[in-house]
């Protein structure tokens, strides 16, 4: 994931138009009363949870319990029939895709989704490029020296998260050429790239490896980035989160600490047990 006329009509007080000020003050991703509808099968049901900035919350439920629809409308790919998303305070459900990426709302996919042909450094360096490089075409005529500052920051940025996630042998490698638990940590590289406030991370162990799984874990608690991840393998999730929202048929049936939802006879019946 990565102004003009806002929702509330005008520009929010970040600087990112078509987001207004709203509910959930204090939390950094507010979820409320969420529902969403597929014909006549109710995919999500008055789902609502907070989430503190900084924390890492996971999603999870069994299959078919809605995660990626949750994640969907959290990320602005589909409106929810009824019901609201808060990121930051500030009310996002009518916002666009784009302008949540460009506010800061990064997410990675279950079915990875890399630029095959540019390779991974490339593939980093794209997620800062919707920012420009200022100056116009003169600039790109005359390599203006500011735009050239611009180009080595971000290349600087760019060797940083290919450090932080394993890649940097990989660094000149084509996406494409990769397996598919190397192009998931090149996905999380590029979400990072660009300082997300916010970071939705779909099956991130999935084709990962032991020793992959264990570096994911230690980048995702290392970072100060709010972090919303939907995962099936429960030894990350319990060791990774900070707390846990659980789901069932569209619904909510349990929210606490990776101990908490352990413990839950709901949640051992429906989804542990």
């Known amino acids: 994931m990565n102004g003009g006329t806002g929702v509330d009509g005008g520009a929010g007080a970040d600087g990112v138009t078509g987001v207004k000020a709203d509910g959930g003050a204090g939390a950094a991703l507010a979820v409320e009363a969420v529902s969403v509808s597929f014909g006549g099968v109710r995919a999500l049901s008055d789902v609502s949870f907070e989430?503190?900035?900084?924390?890492?919350?996971?999603?999870?439920?069994?299959?078919?319990?809605?995660?990626?629809?949750?994640?969907?409308?959290?990320?602005?790919?589909?409106?929810?029939?009824?019901?609201?998303?808060?990121?930051?305070?500030?009310?996002?459900?009518?916002?666009?895709?784009?302008?949540?990426?460009?506010?800061?709302?990064?997410?990675?996919?279950?079915?990875?989704?890399?630029?095959?042909?540019?390779?991974?450094?490339?593939?980093?360096?794209?997620?800062?490029?919707?920012?420009?490089?200022?100056?116009?075409?003169?600039?790109?005529?005359?390599?203006?020296?500011?735009?050239?500052?611009?180009?080595?920051?971000?290349?600087?940025?760019?060797?940083?998260?290919?450090?932080?996630?394993?890649?940097?042998?990989?660094?000149?490698?084509?996406?494409?050429s990769l397996p598919v638990g190397q192009r998931r940590l090149v996905e999380l590289a590029r979400a990072l790239a660009d300082d997300p406030a916010l970071l939705l991370l779909d099956e991130p162990t999935s084709g990962l490896d032991a020793d992959q799984t264990t570096r994911l874990g230690e980048v995702v608690r290392s970072l100060d980035t709010t972090t919303l991840l939907v995962e099936h393998d429960m030894g990350f999730v319990m060791e990774v989160c900070d707390r846990l929202v659980v789901l069932d048929l569209g619904e909510v049936i349990a929210v606490g600490t990776p101990a908490e939802i352990r413990d839950d006879p709901a949640v051992r019946a429906a989804y542990l047990g």
């Open 51 to 176: 989430v503190p900035p900084g924390q890492v919350c996971g999603v999870i439920g069994p299959n078919g319990a809605g995660k990626t629809t949750l994640f969907d409308v959290i990320s602005g790919l589909r409106r929810p029939a009824s019901g609201s998303v808060s990121v930051a305070g500030r009310d996002t459900t009518a916002v666009p895709a784009v302008r949540r990426a460009r506010a800061g709302l990064r997410r990675t996919f279950q079915r990875t989704q890399v630029f095959g042909r540019l390779t991974v450094a490339d593939n980093v360096l794209a997620a800062m490029e919707w920012r420009g490089g200022g100056g116009g075409l003169l600039a790109d005529l005359t390599g203006w020296p500011a735009r050239r500052r611009l180009e080595r920051e971000r290349r600087r940025r760019v060797d940083e998260v290919l450090a932080l996630c394993g890649l940097t042998e990989l660094r000149d490698a084509y996406a494409a």
